[in-house]
């Protein structure tokens, strides 16, 4: 079973103001997916990395930074391929409770 999350966009009433909501399903996974993509191609060519690294960040950050996009999308991925019932049930015996 993967994590309920739903994208919709609010305009509040009378005020010039926006927000964004971004709901949890597996579909969202697809997006997670592009911004790999696109993070994996610049990261390669190290393209804009000396604005953040200017600024103290360090190379290996990056490289966690793409690591755990990487974890999430095969997570969502996961989840998507297998049916709601035989994942919770997975998840199930996975957990272990301690009083």
């Known amino acids: 079973y993967g994590k309920q999350w739903y994208q919709r966009r609010v305009r509040a009433k009378g005020l010039n103001v926006a927000g964004t909501f971004i709901g949890n399903n597996t579909s969202i996974q697809e997006c997670f997916s592009r911004t790999l993509e ?35 999308c095969t997570e969502y ?22 009083d």
């Open 77 to 98: 991925l996961k989840y998507q391929e297998c049916g709601s019932e035989e994942c919770s049930e997975e998840e199930d015996e996975d957990e272990v409770y301690e």
């Open 38 to 72: 696109r993070f994996s191609q610049m990261f390669s060519r190290r393209a804009f990395t000396h604005w953040y690294t200017g600024e103290g960040m360090d190379l290996q950050e990056f490289t966690e930074a793409e690591n755990n996009l990487r974890d999430l």
